[in-house]
C-alpha cells in the first residue's frame, strides 16, 4: 500500500509537469500568432503609407514625413484583429488543433495521472491526506500502523476554505459551459440504464432541472429517487461526475420551468407544442457531492444544504 502511495504521487507529479509543459507551450503558440499577424498587419499598413506617401503631391507635417507612425499605428490595428481573429470561430479551431496536439503528445503522463487522481484504502478516498502521510512515515522510524498515521493525519488535517471555493468555483463554470448530462438509473431488473438528458440549474447550488415524458419508461426509475450522472465533456476534457444523486418530482409543473429551458437550452422548446409541454414530468435532481475533474485538477465538491440529514439513533435503531 505504501508503495502504491508512493506511484501515485511520483505519477501526479509527472502530471503536474506535463501540464505546466502543455500550459507554457500553448501560451508560446498563442503569442507567437499574436506576432505574426501583428508584424504582418504592420508592414502592410507600413508598405502602403509608403506608397500613399510618394504619390501624394501635397506636404505632409513633419511627423507624417516618416515611416514608423505608420508601422506603430499599423502594429496596433495588428495586435487587434489577431486579438479578435483567435476569439473567432477559425481561431478557435486553429487553437483546438494545437491543444489536441498537446494531449497527443503529453498523453501517457496525463492518462497514468488521472488513474492515481482517486486513491482508496479500505473504502475511503484518502487521496488528499497521501503526502502527509508518506511524509509522516518517513520522519517516523517505527509508525504503530498505516490506519494509526492515516487517522492521525485525518484528524490534524487543516482543510483552506479557499480550496473549497475553487471546487465550487470550477463547477460553476463547467455547469455554464454545457447543459447536457448523461443521467444513469436503474431499471426494474437492477441493470443499469444511461441517457443523455438536457438540464437546467436552478438558484439553488447542485439542484438541477430534468424533465421527461410521462409514458417514457424511465419514469418508473426516476421514481426510485436514486442516480448518478456524468456531465459531457468540455473542450479540455472536464466533467463533472457523482454517484450521490437524489431525484424526486418537483412540485412545479414545465410551464413554471419553461423560461429556464428556453435561456439555458435554446431551441428545446422548438419542437414541443403546448400540450406536450403540459403533459411533461419534471424532476428535481439534488447533488450531493460531486468531482470536478480534468487533466488539470480534480476537486470534490459538497452541497451541505443538501445533505439528507442523519436520523436520530433511536429511530435508526427503531
Known amino acids: 500500500m ?14 503536474r509537469r506535463a501540464v505546466s509543459a502543455m500550459h507554457h507551450e ?31 503631391t501635397a506636404p505632409l507635417p513633419e511627423l507624417w514625413q516618416r515611416d514608423w507612425p505608420a508601422l506603430l499605428i499599423g502594429a496596433v490595428i495588428g495586435w487587434l484583429l489577431a486579438e479578435l481573429w ?58 504503530e500502523s498505516l490506519d494509526a498515521v492515516i487517522d492521525s493525519v485525518r484528524t490534524t488535517r487543516y482543510e483552506n476554505p479557499r480550496f473549497r471555493a475553487r471546487g465550487l468555483e470550477i463547477f460553476n463554470s463547467l455547469v455554464d459551459a454545457t447543459d447536457l448530462v448523461l443521467l444513469s438509473t436503474c431499471d426494474d431488473a437492477g441493470r443499469p440504464s444511461s441517457r443523455f438528458m438536457r438540464f437546467v440549474t436552478t438558484s439553488r447550488p447542485g439542484v438541477w432541472y430534468v424533465t421527461s415524458a410521462p409514458e417514457a419508461p424511465k419514469i418508473r426509475e426516476f421514481d426510485r429517487g436514486v442516480a448518478a450522472l456524468i456531465t459531457v465533456p468540455t473542450e479540455s476534457g472536464a466533467t463533472i461526475s457523482s454517484n450521490r444523486v437524489r431525484l424526486r418530482r418537483a412540485d412545479k409543473g414545465f410551464p413554471e420551468v419553461a423560461e429556464l429551458y428556453r435561456a439555458q437550452v435554446p431551441r428545446y422548446l422548438d419542437g414541443m407544442t403546448p400540450e406536450d409541454q403540459s403533459r411533461e414530468v419534471v424532476y428535481e435532481l439534488t447533488i450531493e457531492s460531486a468531482r470536478v475533474s480534468s487533466w488539470e485538477y480534480n476537486e470534490v465538491v ?7 440529514p442523519a436520523e436520530p439513533e433511536s429511530r435508526a435503531l427503531a
Not at 26 to 44: F, N
Not at 103 to 110: A, H, I, M, V
Open 302 to 308: 459538497l452541497f451541505e444544504s443538501n445533505q439528507v
Open 86 to 143: 483567435l476569439r473567432s470561430w477559425a481561431g478557435r479551431r486553429v487553437l483546438a488543433r494545437k491543444d489536441a496536439r498537446l494531449n497527443q503528445k503529453y498523453s501517457g503522463d496525463l492518462h497514468a495521472g488521472r488513474r492515481w487522481q482517486q486513491f482508496f484504502y479500505k473504502g475511503e478516498e484518502i487521496s488528499a491526506l497521501i503526502p502527509r502521510v508518506l511524509y509522516t512515515l518517513e520522519s517516523q522510524p517505527d509508525p
Open 2 to 15: 505504501i508503495d502504491d502511495m508512493k506511484q501515485r504521487e511520483f505519477t501526479q507529479k509527472k502530471r
Open 26 to 56: 500553448r501560451t508560446r503558440y498563442r503569442a507567437t500568432l499574436t506576432t505574426v499577424i501583428t508584424v504582418v498587419i504592420a508592414l502592410i499598413v507600413g508598405i502602403a503609407y509608403t506608397a500613399f506617401r510618394r504619390f501624394l
